[in-house]
């Protein structure tokens, strides 16, 4: 006889200041990772729009806003788009290995400068070695780290450029965070080929989704995820694919949104910090 699956218990945290809309508040809805169903929980809330934080899966909440939209790429029929070919090609040379999550000490530094170039002032530049190995070792579901290092002369470790904590679901590869060389000179599109890897990943394991995280129109930062095509997003009747006039159209929006502030403040870079580290409480 099979013991009874005990149904999660979630809770809601207190209004806050949203990352991503000015003037926006947030609120999240959580739940507990934890026991021997942590994983099947885990996929299920993932497919329904939950992301995981350590032992904690949360989704946005919000009583006067759904701008925070679930997306996914859909891995067997990825296209990729020129720009996207020529950024495979420049960095197709780089090691990537898939490591157990145990957080570095090169990885932590790697962070603290992506950090500080990207997101200066931001909810997780604050965070410590400690915090940043809470935030990789402490999970109760099949994660890993990927690391991206340049190839070496002598044959030994290249130097790391790159890295991306993520969770292996039952139907997809689901990016938790990336980070990357900023300030790279011989390289660019980094971020980008750290998404096109796991795209390609999750083609070769016969996975068939990428999940992006939460996509949120009107938030700049937010709109590199709408690129990759096809892209799902999570609605009210379950996920709907982005019709190749509506992508397309989303895309040269953010494309001459983006002409448009390199006019107006030439070689600046925009001001986006993620939305942090938050501590869950659990009653």
Known sequence: MTAPVRFPRFFVTSPAACPYLPGRTERKVFTELKGPH??????????????RSQTVAYRPSCLDCQACVSVRVVAQEFAPSNAQRRTMRQNDDLVVTECRPWATTEQFELLQRYLAS??????????????YADMVEHTAVSSFVVEYREPSPDGGQGRLVGACLTDRQGDGLSMIYSFYDPEHEARTGLGNYIILDHIRRAADAGLPYVYLGYWV??????????????LERLG????????AAEQTALIEAVSAARRDETLCVEGGSKDGAPGGQRQYKLA
């Open 38 to 51: 942590a994983e099947a929980l885990n996929d299920a809330l993932g497919r329904i729009g939950f992301r």
């Open 118 to 131: 990207r997101h200066p002032g931001g909810g997780m530049a604050a965070m410590d070695e400690i915090d």
């Open 217 to 230: 129109e009107g938030s700049q930062r937010m709109q590199y995820k709408i690129r990759y095509r096809p």
């Open 236 to 243: 009210p009747t379950g996920w709907r694919r982005f019709s």
